[in-house]
């Protein structure tokens, strides 16, 4: 075991916090090879490490643990809570720390609506735990502890999401090329609406529904990978150009991203209505996630936020006007 890692007192605390996020283009194709554009936004998970005397306490909206052993094995403990528990667990073999650890957790994300809970608890808790014992807790290591973490649950977990709570910002992820941080002006000449279905959804089924989908279909599906690699290259282009033209093209880019999400079959009644009363205040809406439940999102011009969301309010529409978050991980 290391013995680099000098250890707190009792009572030591470390705190941190990450932001959730938004895919904006390229959910799903992004498993078939295309690049995704995600954005970090302001909601986040707060976490709080404090040394205790033995095993590991969580204490979080969505359940508790309170066991007495650092050692246990991973399936014994919740399923939602075995990414903070895995953290727990590496963090103190890694430091050779043998008393009890303690994890509150904090979350203005909703979870289950794809908008990044899971990574920004496992980046918050990864930062927290490592600065907590005392070890290396470079943005670097804290990205590759969350994502080990989110894999305990999701295998197959891309680590964007991760990416995107640990920097913050703006980035493209694809399979091949991992993770490239996109630069935007602030503000970035755009407004974000994010709005939730109230539908929990369950992205490994959805994944598993579009790869039947493409099994059925694989020639327009491959078209259709074609059409949304050069619709995201379209839309990097939009970045880099003229402010005033951003929030309309990007919208006009939504409304074709979310045909082919339903092209797909990614999208149902409750999602397709939601996104044609917010494309009816907007320039254009789409599913933002795996669908089937969760979130749309909304372009239009930063000026028109407050209003949209008045208006999607008063039509019983849970949302809100999302910032990018370009802060990333922060610790305290
Ligand atoms: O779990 P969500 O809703 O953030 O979105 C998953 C994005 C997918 O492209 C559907 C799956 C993936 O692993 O990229």
Not at 18 to 44: M, S
Request: proline share 2%; net charge neutral.
């Amino acid at each position: 075991m290391s013995t680099t890692a000098h250890h707190h007192t009792s009572g030591a605390a470390a705190c941190a916090s990450a932001p959730g996020k938004v895919i904006l283009f390229g959910e799903h194709f992004v498993v078939h090879g295309t690049d995704a554009i995600l954005c970090a936004i302001n909601r986040r998970v707060s976490i709080t490490a404090t040394e205790t005397a033995n095993g590991v306490k969580i204490r979080s909206c969505i359940g508790n643990i309170n066991t007495d052993s650092l050692d246990a094995p991973i399936n014994s403990i919740k399923t939602a809570l075995r990414p903070l528990y895995y953290i727990a667990q590496t963090a103190s073999r890694r430091a050779g720390f043998r008393r009890g650890i303690n994890l509150d957790v904090t979350s203005e994300i909703p979870s289950g609506a794809g908008l990044g809970s899971s990574s920004a608890c496992c980046a918050a808790g990864a930062a927290a735990v490592l600065r907590l014992l005392g070890l290396d807790a470079s943005r670097e290591k804290v990205l590759g502890l969350a994502v080990d973490a989110e894999r305990v649950i999701f295998p197959d977990a891309s680590g964007a999401d991760t990416a995107a709570s640990v920097l913050g910002g703006m980035l493209t992820y694809s399979r091949q090329s991992g993770y490239t941080n996109i630069p935007f002006d602030s503000p970035p000449g755009f407004g974000l609406i994010v709005a939730n279905s109230g539908i929990i959804h369950d992205t490994e089924h959805m994944v598993r529904q579009v790869e039947n989908h493409k099994k059925r279909n694989s020639s327009e599906f491959s078209l259709l990978c074609q059409k949304e690699s050069e619709l995201i290259l379209k839309v990097l282009e939009i970045l880099r150009g003229h402010d005033s033209l951003k929030a309309a093209e990007l919208g006009r880019m939504a409304t074709r991203n979310q045909s082919y999400l339903e092209s797909i079959g990614v999208s149902n009644e409750r999602l397709g209505e939601m996104i044609r009363v917010m494309r009816s205040l907007t320039y254009g809406a789409k599913i933002t996630g795996a669908g089937g439940g969760g979130c749309a999102i909304a372009f239009t011009k930063e000026d028109r936020l407050a209003k949209i969301y008045d208006e999607l309010i008063g039509r019983g529409y849970d949302c809100f006007a999302a910032k990018i978050d370009c802060a990333g991980l922060n610790t305290f």
